[in-house]
């Protein structure tokens, strides 16, 4: 069983740059795949960017590309996700998710465990 908790969210000028954190629980957190996904008011739920077990390989969703970096930090548990050069159309509740095992997935239902969620609000 893995828990997961999101931090960092907040409120923001459009352009502006926040950083989220997910801390995991459990000593095998380096076998996780995690994942970012996000979810705006009305919409589904939606993938972010995703990172391996060892922080080798990284993927994102394409309006997220060159300004969302993902990265991890398995001595701490701790998955981030940086977020730069924010745009109104980026605020939603931010959440991580965790799969044991290798591969990855877009799709929300591919992972086991989630986080609470953080809201990020990106003013215009």
């Known amino acids: 069983q893995v828990q997961l908790v999101e931090s960092g969210g907040g409120l923001v000028q459009a352009g502006g740059s926040l950083r989220l954190s997910c801390a995991a629980s459990?000593?095998?957190?380096?076998?996780?795949?995690m994942g970012w996904f996000r979810q705006a008011p009305g919409k589904e739920r939606e993938f972010v960017a995703a990172i391996s077990g060892s922080g080798g390989r990284t993927y994102y969703r394409n309006s997220v590309k060159g300004r969302f970096t993902i990265s991890r930090d398995n001595a701490k548990n701790t998955v981030y996700l940086q977020m730069n050069s924010l745009k109104p159309e980026d605020t939603a509740v931010y959440y991580c998710?965790?799969?044991?095992?290798?591969?990855?997935?877009?799709?929300?239902?591919?992972?086991?465990?989630w986080g609470q969620g953080t809201q990020v609000t990106v003013s215009s």
């Open positions: 998710a965790a799969r044991d095992g290798s591969g990855w997935s877009g799709s929300p239902a591919w992972y086991d465990y």
């Open positions: 459990g000593r095998t957190f380096s076998t996780y795949a």
